[in-house]
């Protein structure tokens, strides 16, 4: 019996991409999915720290696997970004882990569950540069049409309130020839659309040097070469930072037909006091004249966002530009924080300007509603309009209905249907609207692609609609060698 893995994500998309590696890597030294994380030999927990809960909640998670791990042997595993943070911290405060590594060693995993079989220690192992670029490992996707594909990894910038850059390290621009290239290999394994990932792409390429010269951003040069994949059907990205946004990169969005109408444009506040304060260099007035050139070029854009509450030192004042801002910009959809301090960034030393907890509440709440409602107006401005849909799962509280993405990212579920599968196109007519989610008509139109056909043929199978099974390969060879003694602590 081979033995089976889980693996429990937290965080942003790349982490969602790591995950999708170490499910790679797993496979190829013989673990096949299990069913669940209670019956898995070995659980992966993917972490994040962008947030102060993040730590609560990965001890909280790890005192569950505990008890696992008494009643089955269960191997447990710690990576990513509050490992990074962390690392032996981890090991010392949940001594059972077997396995804790960091953001930029990923591609030691098989080595450290070799290490951790004889050792009686956590064996941990954290490094402060990336040893190879996340893509250069094998991939383990979670369904057949979409693919994460990571263009760069790492942050050049410093906003105040973020701990990314010191967990990811300097920003590392991968090739447009390579990219373009891991692009057509997922295409011709059934992959329809991918994200593209970088913390800032509108920075991407400029570590590069293309025919002498360096430090320009390559970002809507890749568009445009992506749009020129055949039956790659849609390209999304995230995230872009308004500073570096150039309007090429819009107009390379509007000429280039894959690329889907959705701009994932953090915000953060829309006080340019506090934007100067976050080190943010854009200000308000930038902020919304990209908005309104992005409405103007693509009119049926999609924009959504990020946005802090009780950053140290928001007043009133600078709350209400920030509602001002949202209230015209309108966003289909925008996701709230509220300011959590982070070792090491400088606003968590501004601990006399932090502000009450209550005024934060207050503050997050009156936001909350007006992006709610920002969500339920754009949804309901879609009523009677017809939409392609990249059908993406069966509903997860109605079996007779499926879910799938409008090019904006709009969810919608629509009646299930036998001429179509997760991974087709279809094209539907939306009927009713409501703040996370539309109902469209029954399909109008059918484009069924390759994952679909794939996806309905392992569903007749009695598989499921995600993939969940790799021809068998070899285990690593027992003598694998570990490339460097793990740290042990105390
Ligand atoms: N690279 C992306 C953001 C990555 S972090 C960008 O620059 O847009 C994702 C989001 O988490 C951020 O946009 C921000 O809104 C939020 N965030 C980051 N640090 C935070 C903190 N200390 N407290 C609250 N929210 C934070
Ligand atoms: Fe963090 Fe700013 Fe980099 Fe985004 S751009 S990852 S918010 S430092
Ligand atoms: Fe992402 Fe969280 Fe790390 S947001 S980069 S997983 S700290």
């Given at each position: 019996?081979?033995?089976?893995?889980?693996?429990?994500?937290?965080?942003?998309?790349?982490?969602?991409?790591?995950?999708?590696?170490?499910?790679?890597?797993?496979?190829?030294?013989?673990?096949?999915?299990?069913?669940s994380v209670e019956t898995a030999d070995l659980v992966l927990v993917n972490t994040c720290a962008v947030r102060e809960n993040a730590d609560n909640k990965l001890y909280g998670t790890l005192g569950h696997l505990r008890t696992l791990k008494a009643e089955r042997g269960?191997?447990?595993?710690?990576?990513?970004?509050?490992?990074?943070?962390?690392?032996?911290?981890?090991?010392?405060?949940?001594?059972?882990?077997?396995?804790?590594?960091?953001?930029?060693?990923?591609?030691?995993?098989?080595?450290?569950?070799?290490?951790?079989?004889?050792?009686?220690?956590?064996?941990?192992?954290?490094?402060?540069?990336?040893?190879?670029?996340?893509?250069?490992?094998?991939?383990?996707r979670d369904v057949r049409h979409h693919a994460w594909v990571s263009i760069s990894v790492g942050c050049n910038n410093s906003c105040s309130f973020c701990i990314?850059?010191?967990?990811?390290?300097?920003?590392?621009?991968?090739?447009?020839?390579?990219?373009?290239?891991?692009?057509?290999?997922?295409?011709?394994?059934?992959?329809?659309?991918?994200?593209?990932?970088g913390q800032n792409v509108n920075s991407y390429g400029r570590d590069?040097?293309?025919?002498?010269?360096?430090?320009?951003?390559?970002?809507?040069?890749?568009?445009?070469?992506?749009?020129?994949?055949?039956?790659?059907?849609?390209?999304r990205f995230t995230s872009p930072h308004p500073r570096d946004f150039t309007l090429d990169v819009l107009d390379a969005m509007a000429e280039t037909t894959n690329v889907c109408e959705h701009l994932h444009l953090p915000l953060q506040s829309g006080s340019d006091r506090l934007l100067k304060a976050m080190r943010r260099s854009y200000r308000a007035e930038r902020y919304m004249d990209l908005v309104r050139r992005t409405r103007e070029l693509m009119p049926e854009a999609t924009l959504t966002t990020d946005i802090i509450v009780g950053f140290p030192g928001e007043t009133d004042e600078d709350f209400a530009a920030t509602m001002a801002v949202v209230e015209e910009a309108r966003f289909e959809q925008a996701y709230t924080f509220k300011y959590s301090p982070r070792p090491g960034t400088d606003a968590a030393m501004m601990v006399d300007d932090f502000v009450d907890d209550a005024i934060v509440t207050t503050r997050y709440?009156?936001?909350?509603?007006?992006?709610?409602?920002?969500?339920?107006?754009?949804h309901q401005r879609l009523i009677g309009s017809t939409q392609e849909l990249l059908v993406q799962s069966p509903s997860k509280t109605d079996?007779?209905?499926?879910?799938?993405?409008?090019?904006?990212?709009?969810?919608?579920?629509?009646?299930?249907?036998?001429?179509?599968?997760?991974?087709?196109?279809?094209?539907?007519e939306i009927r009713e609207a409501s703040t996370n989610y539309m109902i469209g008509s029954p399909a109008i139109d059918v484009r069924r692609t390759r994952a679909g056909r794939a996806t309905e043929a392992a569903l007749a199978r009695g598989e499921g609609w995600q993939i969940r099974h790799l021809p068998p390969t070899d285990p690593a060879p027992e003598s694998a060698t570990r490339r460097r003694l793990p740290v042990l602590p105390g």
């Open positions: 019996m081979p033995r089976t893995y889980a693996i429990r994500t937290f965080g942003c998309q790349m982490n969602e991409h790591d995950s999708s590696r170490a499910a790679g890597l797993l496979e190829t030294i013989g673990y096949r999915p299990a069913d269960t191997t447990l595993v710690v990576g990513g970004c509050l490992a990074q943070k962390d690392g032996a911290t981890v090991a010392e405060k949940a001594p059972w882990v077997d396995v804790v590594f960091g953001t930029h060693n990923l591609g030691s995993l098989p080595d450290l569950l070799l290490a951790a079989d004889s050792a009686t220690l956590p064996v941990v192992e954290l490094v402060e540069q990336l040893e190879s670029f996340p893509s250069a490992l094998p991939a383990k990314v850059p010191s967990l990811r390290g300097p920003e590392v621009s991968r090739r447009v020839g390579d990219i373009v290239g891991e692009v057509q290999a997922l295409v011709a394994d059934d992959v329809v659309e991918v994200t593209l990932l590069l040097e293309v025919d002498g010269r360096a430090g320009r951003s390559l970002f809507a040069d890749l568009l445009r070469a992506l749009g020129s994949v055949p039956d790659l059907e849609r390209v709440h009156a936001l909350e509603a007006l992006t709610r409602r920002h969500s339920l107006e754009s079996p007779t209905r499926l879910s799938g993405y409008t090019r904006g990212h709009h969810l919608v579920h629509l009646p299930a249907d036998d001429r179509f599968a997760p991974g087709d196109l279809v094209t539907t």
